[in-house]
């Protein structure tokens, strides 16, 4: 998975709980993304960096937040979870001047 | 902001025919069209890409074909195997300055031996 680890794999939390899951890349990509799947909406992006401490919302982010302060790391977080946000997070990564992204594994996050 | 429609949302195909998949984009200003593959359990792999510069690309078995004029890319299959077997994601991006990809929903592809 070209050099990116999600933390944790899978999460089972409740409803109203922060929760933060990590993206960590060996990679040195500028450009960094948190995506999530939900059956019959594909991925859609919800945040996304193009370089530390720089970040900007995608097409679904109300309810979440994301920090980076290092190259290698991308946190997303909810602050307080709710059963709409069960799902399956995805990071991705891609390099300057570069459109291809590659994928993590996933995290799956079921909120109860 | 971009749209991407993918048709259809399940295909099976008997082992060893072709099978063709077939995603429209909303925005004219797209230019970078991906395809990834994933399979059960895992992230999302990029299989092959087209710029828009580009009509036609192929790698082995796998071909993207682009109409700017109509807004539509398609994704070919030939001489299908068990393992061809996934769901399949087309995107489309604006490129440099953005990245960001905006997917369609998904094709499950089912390759029966």
């Known amino acids: 998975d070209a050099g990116i680890t999600q933390s944790p794999r899978h999460k089972v939390t409740e409803t109203g709980t922060p929760v933060t899951l990590r993206c960590h890349q060996t990679?040195?990509?500028?450009?960094m993304y948190w995506y999530r799947q939900d059956p019959g909406h594909g991925l859609r992006l919800i945040h996304y960096?193009?370089?530390?401490?720089?970040?900007d919302k995608g097409e679904v982010s109300d309810g979440y937040s994301v920090s980076r302060s290092k190259t290698e790391d991308f946190l997303l977080t909810l602050e307080s979870a709710t059963s709409s946000q069960t799902s399956v997070y995805f990071c991705?990564?891609?390099?300057?001047?570069?459109?291809?992204?590659?994928f993590g594994a996933g995290t799956r996050l079921s909120v109860l | 902001g971009e749209n991407v429609e993918q048709h259809p949302s399940t295909l099976s195909v008997q082992e060893g025919d072709s099978a063709v998949i077939k995603c429209t984009y909303s925005?004219?200003?797209?230019?970078?069209f991906p395809w990834y593959k994933q399979e059960l359990g895992k992230g999302p792999q990029l299989i092959i890409d087209?710029?828009?510069?580009?009509g036609e690309k192929k790698d082995q078995r796998i071909a993207v074909t682009l109409n700017k004029t109509a807004k539509h890319f398609s994704l070919h299959i030939t001489e299908t195997q068990p393992e061809d077997s996934a769901v399949y994601f087309c995107?489309?991006?604006?490129?440099?300055?953005?990245?960001?990809?905006?997917f369609g929903k998904g094709t499950k592809l089912s390759v029966i031996p």
């Open positions: 991705a990564i891609s390099e300057e001047g570069k459109n291809i992204q590659y």
């Open positions: 990679e040195n990509h500028r450009y």
């Open positions: 960096s193009y370089g530390v401490k720089d970040t």
């Open positions: 925005d004219s200003a797209s230019n970078y």
């Open positions: 087209i710029r828009s510069n580009v």
């Open positions: 995107a489309a991006s604006k490129g440099a300055g953005s990245y960001q990809l905006t």
